[in-house]
Nanobody
Framework: QVQLVESGGGLVQAGGSLRLSCTAS????????MGWYLQAPGKQRELVAT???????NYADSVKGRFTISRDNAEKTVYLQMNSLKPEDTAVYYC???????????????WGQGTLVTVSE
């Protein structure tokens, strides 16, 4: 089985910073794209940022210049450095990974359990 475990959420004042981490474990042959998504109360889950296994990144317009996604392939971990946080960034943040469990096997999508980020005025 594969598990994604997030950490790093919490309460921060507007203008502050947080760093989220998400580590994959279990029966893993390779990890392809990884990403972060957020879900605000009463809203649908939406993309924050993604990163390929080669390090190419993509960001939502709302976080460009403030958030940075990175990964450590050896540690099977993806990070989200969040700076200049705004109250509207308040949400549950989920990581996602596209994982292959055996050579030439199918790729499946896995989600973490989510970590809450609250930004106060």
């Amino acid at each position: 089985q594969v598990q994604l475990v997030e950490s790093g959420g919490g309460l921060v004042q507007a203008g502050g910073s947080l760093r989220l981490s998400c580590t994959a474990s279990g029966s893993i042959f390779s990890i392809n794209a990884m990403g972060w998504y957020l879900q605000a109360p009463g809203k649908q889950r939406e993309l924050v940022a993604t990163i390929t296994s080669g390090g190419s990144t993509n960001y939502a317009d709302s976080v460009k210049g403030r958030f940075t996604i990175s990964r450590d392939n050896a540690e099977k971990t993806v990070y989200l450095q969040m700076n200049s946080l705004k109250p509207e960034d308040t949400a549950v943040y989920y990581c996602k990974a596209q994982i292959t469990q055996r050579l030439q096997g199918p790729q499946f999508q896995y989600w973490g359990q989510g970590t809450l980020v609250t930004v106060s005025e």
